[in-house]
């Protein structure tokens, strides 16, 4: 038997032929006469190749649930998609609850060597949604403290709300603290305070969108968060991509410094940067 269709997009004919080969039963022959390849499908896939495409399905639209404007100007909005969280910047994305796997690996570096160590203090520069901080909470001791500055009140507020199950338990936490103000002032008023300090504010040195970030990733910013550590402390910067400039800029400082390439998600996305920074001996 012989049936003859249209081919798609252009005048050539596909002829589908039934197979005389006992081994074959069931199956058909699709040969495009325009080609000397050939190649078998079940003959159930017969009406599937007739049936008409199916209609797109509507995209699920994106959520704004808020949205803030820093000091300097740049909008920062808060949206629900598909049953994901994402902040954004002037319409660029800056983090999304499907991909976090680095904003976890910035606390866990940040925070392995402390796992045992008596009333230890960290500082988590810039709240985001939260992955930081709950990562955090996992591996610190019950009498650590953890200090979350984070400039903007709305991102505190989204994180604190339950309707989101974002941040409200961990916020809750009683070796939580949350500050509202610029990072780069809560390092300057507090010398040698931390055990640890996780800067993850905006995109990074590498990709900046808000002029608010800057001073904090300039020479005199470095000095204040190095001046911020205690003895033995470490400094962990998260960017969004890899920046040698600023690595040198961390070296030029003093420290010695460790590049380590994460994942945005576990198995797939961008990879990004993380700066591992200690004071030379």
Known sequence: MVVRLPGVGDRRQKKYIATENPSDRGAILLDDEASPHARTVRAGSLATALRPPSAPRAMKRFERLGEARTP?????????????????????????????LSEDRLAEVACAPLQEVPRARVLIGGLGLGFTLRAALRQLREDAEIVVVELLPEVIAWNADPRYGLSAAAMGDP??????????????????????????????????????????????????????????????????????????????????VRTLQVRAHNTAGPMHTLYLATPKA
Do not use: C, K
């Not at 900046?208 to 962990?236: C, D, F, K, N, Q």
């Open 72 to 100: 300097n100007g740049t909008l920062i909005a808060l949206y629900r998609h598909d049953g994901a969280y994402l902040l954004r910047a002037d319409g660029v994305e800056l983090m999304s609850t499907r991909r976090h």
């Open 175 to 256: 070796r939580v603290r949350v500050v509202q103000d610029d990072v780069i002032h809560v390092l300057r008023a507090n010398p040698a305070a931390f055990d640890a300090i996780m800067l993850d504010t905006d995109n990074g040195p590498d990709g900046m969108l808000m002029s608010e970030s800057t001073p904090l990733y300039a020479t005199r910013g470095i000095e204040s968060t190095v001046a911020a550590l205690r003895a033995g402390g470490t400094i962990v910067y998260w960017s969004v991509g890899d920046d040698p400039a600023f690595a040198g800029a961390l070296r030029g400082a003093g420290l010695a």
